[in-house]
């Protein structure tokens, strides 16, 4: 169970989808609750879809083009804080969806194409988790043996807990906006906004401490 936890844990402090789902309620104001909920089900799909494929192909094309895991981490890290400090700085996007009129286009579009983006690209799984799901595949043991195997059966059941808490959050989205109203929303929305700026400070920092150590002591001390 230690790589379910482990995988499992550093993908649910970056997805959060209790707080993606405000966000989702305020970007779908526009839907009815029917369509909301198949929409709310293609981006669990979509979501399980980028996080296994991260997981498992991921680190195959970093090393293709010769990019490390400590610099995935660094440009991964500055993309989620960057993205935490916008949404910090923007005006009260729940608020302003509720003022807007709903799009007419959302009617005539099927929920399988109104899902991908931006809803799940990259409101729900951004670079930073795809970045945090390659670190996780780069750690996985070598060679087909029981240790793979494991290793496969565990973070998959996390990505599919982890989509499954999507669409349970997504989907009932607009009754947690009811229960808390539009004050706590946002608070909520706000909060989420400064632990992604955190979360993606901290992601920076583990690459940059990864990058320095591999510095030699010489040219350290001398600069």
């Not at 729940?94 to 579009?109: H, L």
């Not at 690209?121 to 945090?132: D, E, F, Q, R, Y």
């Amino acid at each position: 169970m230690a790589t379910f936890l482990l995988a499992f844990g550093a993908l649910i402090s970056i997805v959060n989808p209790l707080s993606g789902a405000f966000i989702f309620f305020g970007a779908t104001l526009g839907l009815d609750a029917k369509t909301r909920t198949q929409v709310s089900r293609w981006v669990a799909i979509y979501a399980f879809c980028i996080v296994a494929t991260s997981l498992y192909v991921g680190a195959y094309v970093l090393s293709f083009f010769g990019i490390s895991i400590p610099v995935l981490r660094v440009a991964g890290g500055i993309i989620v804080a960057m993205s935490g400090w916008r949404m910090l700085s923007a005006p009260d996007a729940t608020e302003q969806r509720r003022n807007e009129t709903p799009n007419p286009r959302w009617s005539v579009v099927a929920p399988s194409k109104l899902a991908f983006y931006p809803l799940t690209m990259p409101l729900t799984t951004g670079p930073g988790t795809i970045s945090v799901a390659v670190s996780l595949g780069a750690g996985r043991p070598h060679g087909f043996n029981a240790n793979l195997l494991e290793f496969f059966i565990e973070t998959v059941a996390a990505v599919a807990l982890l989509a499954l808490l999507i669409y349970i959050a997504y989907r009932h989205s607009g009754r947690l906006a009811d229960f808390i109203g539009s004050t706590g929303t946002s608070i909520v929305v706000r909060l989420s906004a400064f632990l992604l700026f955190c979360i993606g400070i901290q992601i920076l920092w583990n690459g940059l401490s990864e990058l320095l150590g591999t510095l030699p002591i010489g040219s350290v001390g001398t600069s």
